[in-house]
């Protein structure tokens, strides 16, 4: 494989155009923004649809099939109403029906990963010129997404402090977190004083932020839906229950 090179101008112009991808995702998905397509819907009375953009359609999508697929464990809504929203395609675009007025959106679990994946190929898309493959990376702090070089990460030692060399990532991404006692992450649906530290490797980070969920409120490193997204977990040593 050969590494083409990039001119500063050319590196510059894809870490702009990176940063304006993530600027864009959370404009449309974050929940603290009233303007959002997430804070429209969570300010929408009940028994009417918003209509959303690609990236709320596609995240929402995703978070349908995952809700689905794990029997409900994976909720975007954190309990306020599983089965009151609904994603409906129209020949106008995509609209999400708000069938509860207590039905709130959240895509913490999965917006970040989802993020990562966006300003990932904006980059990639920048940098690949020519024959060969882009060599590019995207860290936002616990979710990663590595393409077209060998990485190395490190393990936070979260109980101790500092870290530890632990594997080598090239062409996927990674998404690490911890909760419990002390953690500045919160997973909805697990006992108070659960404690877990996860990690879940998948050819997408989207997918690795959220089924890093599924694997925590679990404990199952080995959960069916891993397989199903060509995804691998791990739970680091200090997890009690």
């Given amino acids: 494989m050969r590494i083409p090179e990039h001119s500063a101008e050319t590196a510059n112009g894809g870490l702009d155009r990176a940063w304006r991808a993530l600027a864009h995702v959370e404009a449309a998905l974050s929940a603290y923004d009233p303007c959002s397509d997430v804070g ?3 300010s929408a009375p009940a028994g009417t649809s918003v209509k959303v953009g690609a990236h709320a359609a596609a995240v929402l999508r995703a978070s349908a099939d995952l809700a689905r697929d794990s029997s409900g464990l994976f909720d975007v809504t954190q309990g306020s109403g599983p089965r009151a929203w609904a994603i409906r395609e ?3 675009g995509v609209r999400v ?3 509860s007025s207590t039905v709130r959106l959240d895509l913490g679990g999965i917006a970040k990963g989802y993020a990562v994946d966006r300003a990932f190929e904006v980059l990639a898309a920048t940098l690949q010129v020519g024959e060969g493959e882009a060599a590019c990376w995207v860290n936002a702090g616990g979710d990663l997404r590595v393409g077209g070089v060998a990485l190395s990460v490190f393990l936070r030692d979260e109980v101790r402090g500092g870290a530890r060399p632990w594997l080598e990532l090239s062409d996927g991404a990674l998404a690490t977190s911890r909760y419990g ?3 500045r992450s919160r997973l909805w649906g697990a006992p108070e004083a659960a404690a877990r530290h996860v990690t ?3 050819p997408r980070c989207m997918w690795s932020d959220a089924l890093s969920k599924v694997v925590a409120l679990t404990g199952r490193a080995d959960h069916p839906l891993l397989a199903r997204h060509q995804a691998v977990a791990w739970l680091h040593g200090e997890a009690t229950c």
């Fill in 181 to 183: 006692p002390g953690a």
């Fill in 97 to 99: 029906h708000k069938g």
């Fill in 200 to 202: 879940v490797a998948a």
């Fill in 90 to 92: 129209t020949p106008a």
């Fill in 40 to 42: 429209r819907f969570n």
